[in-house]
DNA sequence: ACTTGCCAATTGCATATGCAATTGGATAGC
DNA sequence: GCTATCCAATTGCATATGCAATTGGCAAGT
C-alpha cells in the first residue's frame, strides 16, 4: 500500500468546484502517479486541504467511483482502481448515415421482399415460433453507384406495426424501423467470411473476397424485432474506435 | 410537445431515493411512455409529489443527464433526449484470457523478434521518427494446441521500461505490456481480409481464407507505446457484443 | 491463542438553505 | 409592429448538518 501525497491534488480553479476536485484526481490516476492499490485520502483530508465542504469533496469521489477510477469501502477507504478489462466502442450509424459521413452518395435498392413464415433456421437463430409471420427483405446499399454493403433482414411482423403497408420506397428498412419500433436490446456479431457467389454478383466483387460480417439481432421486452446480416466488402471497409483504459475516450 | 403525466412517476422503494427516483423515470424513457421531446416535470413538482428533497431529486435528474436520457437546460426545463446513435462494446480481453475463456488450453511461441529501427512503413503509420528504435515481434497464439491467432507487433522501445531484459518466456508481449506500461489512448480498427502465403501457413489455413483482421494502436500521453496486428481465422472467430439503445446492457 | 464484542473511522444518504446563471416570455416604450 | 428591458421559472452549485451503515482493529475475556 503505497502513500499518497495530499499534496498533490491541485485544482485549476476552471468550472465547478467538484468538476476540479475530479480532474485533479482522477489525473493522478491516469498519469500514474496513484498507482493502483494506493489509498486515496479519506473526504475530511481532501476537504480541510481542499478547502472545500465534504458534499463537495463527496460529489468528485463518487462521480470517480462510478466512471471505474477508484473503489471506496466504508470504513476501509478510498483505493485506487486497477483498471479493468477495457470495452471498444464501435458506433453504429444507419448505413445512410454512414455513406454520407464518407463524403459518398448515397442509394439503395430493394432486391427481393417475401412475407411469410421463418424458414427453420431463421426460426432457431431468432428464437421464432414457426407460425410467427416474418418478412424477409434483401438490399443492397450504394456508395457512388458502387455496393456498399449488402442487408439480409428478417423482421417479426407482430413486433412492428404498419410493417404490411409499407413498401420502403422512400426509407431503407433499417431507418424505418428505427423510427417505427421500440428496441430494449440487441446483440452482435462481427466476423470474417467469403463472399458466396450471390453475394459476390451482387457487391460485384469475386468469389472468396474476404467480407465483414456483421450480424445484429434485436429485441424489445425478449420478444424478437429484427435481424440483419450486413456484409460488407472487407478490403474496402474498418470499423473504427477509440477509447482509453477507463472507458471511451 | 407532449404532456408528462407527473403521476406516472413512481417509486419501488428499494434501494437510495435518488436511485428509485432515476430508476422510475429511466423505466418512463425507455419504455416509450415518456416519447423523446416530451418535458419531464421540473424538480419542484416532482419533489412534491415524490415528498423527497430537491436535491434528491436534481441528484436522479443529474445523473440521467448524465447517461443521456434527458437533456437539461435553466428555465426551459427537462425534456426526454432523442436516442443517439448507438455504440456497440467489445470486450477486449487478453489473449490468454481469451482463449481461457472459450474453455481451451493456451499456449504460445514467439517465433521471432528482432530489435531495431522502424521501417518506413511502420514509421508512418504509427507516428515514429526512423531513428527511434522498435522491437518487433511475431507471436502465435495456440487454442488447445491449434493456432488461434497471429500477433504481429512493434514495441517503442522507449516507452516502456525493462524491454531490452524481457525475452517474453513467461508471458506473452500483450500482457507483459499491460503490466509494465501505461496508456492513456488506444485506437482499434477491425476488417477482413484474406490471408497472406505465410500467414496462412503460420495459422494452419488455406492462402486467401478470410480472416479478421484487428490492429490496434496505444500510445501514452501523446507517445507512441505499441502497435499490434492480430489475425484471426474468420470462420472460427466472432467479436459479439450485447447493447441497448442508451449505451451497455 | 482464539473468540467475542465494542469503538471509531470512513463512506453513504438525505435534508434544508441560499445564491448564481440562464433564458422564455411578458411588458413597456418607441 | 418592433425592440429593449425586466421578471420569474428553472436548473446549477456549494455549504452545513445529521444520521445510517459498514468494518478494521483493538481490547477484554476465556
Redesign the interface.
Known amino acids: 500500500m503505497t502513500e499518497t501525497r495530499l499534496d498533490a491534488v491541485k485544482l485549476d480553479g476552471a468550472g465547478p468546484v467538484y468538476d476540479q476536485i475530479r480532474r485533479a484526481i482522477r489525473d493522478l490516476v ?3 502517479e496513484w498507482q493502483p492499490g494506493t489509498s486515496v485520502p479519506p473526504e475530511h483530508a481532501l476537504m480541510e486541504q481542499l478547502g472545500a465542504s465534504r458534499m463537495t469533496v463527496h460529489r468528485a469521489l463518487v462521480q470517480l467511483a462510478r466512471e471505474g477510477l477508484i473503489i471506496r469501502r466504508r470504513r476501509s477507504g478510498t483505493v485506487v482502481a486497477t483498471p479493468p ?9 444507419s448505413i445512410p ?1 454512414e455513406v454520407r459521413q464518407l463524403g459518398q452518395a448515397y442509394a439503395y435498392e430493394v432486391l427481393a421482399r417475401t412475407d411469410g413464415r421463418p424458414s427453420p433456421e431463421v426460426a432457431e437463430l431468432f428464437g421464432l415460433k414457426r407460425s410467427d409471420k416474418v418478412a424477409h427483405l434483401l438490399v443492397v446499399h450504394r456508395a457512388d453507384g458502387k455496393p456498399h454493403v449488402l442487408e439480409e433482414r428478417v423482421i417479426h411482423v407482430a413486433g412492428v406495426t404498419g410493417l404490411s403497408d409499407e413498401d420502403f420506397a422512400g426509407t431503407p428498412p433499417g431507418d424505418w424501423l428505427l423510427q417505427h419500433s ?13 463472399a458466396g457467389e450471390e453475394q459476390a454478383a451482387l457487391l460485384d466483387i469475386a468469389v ?5 460480417l456483421v450480424e445484429r439481432r434485436t429485441w424489445n421486452q425478449l420478444q424478437p424485432v429484427t435481424a440483419v446480416r450486413l456484409l ?1 466488402p ?2 474496402r ?9 477507463y472507458g ?2
Open positions: 491516469v498519469s500514474g478489462a477495457s470495452h471498444a466502442m464501435l458506433d453504429i450509424l448515415e421500440l428496441w430494449s436490446q440487441a446483440e452482435h456479431a462481427i466476423s470474417a467470411i467469403g472468396g473476397e474476404p467480407c465483414l460488407y472487407g478490403f471497409h474498418r470499423f473504427v474506435g477509440r477509447f482509453g483504459p471511451a475516450a
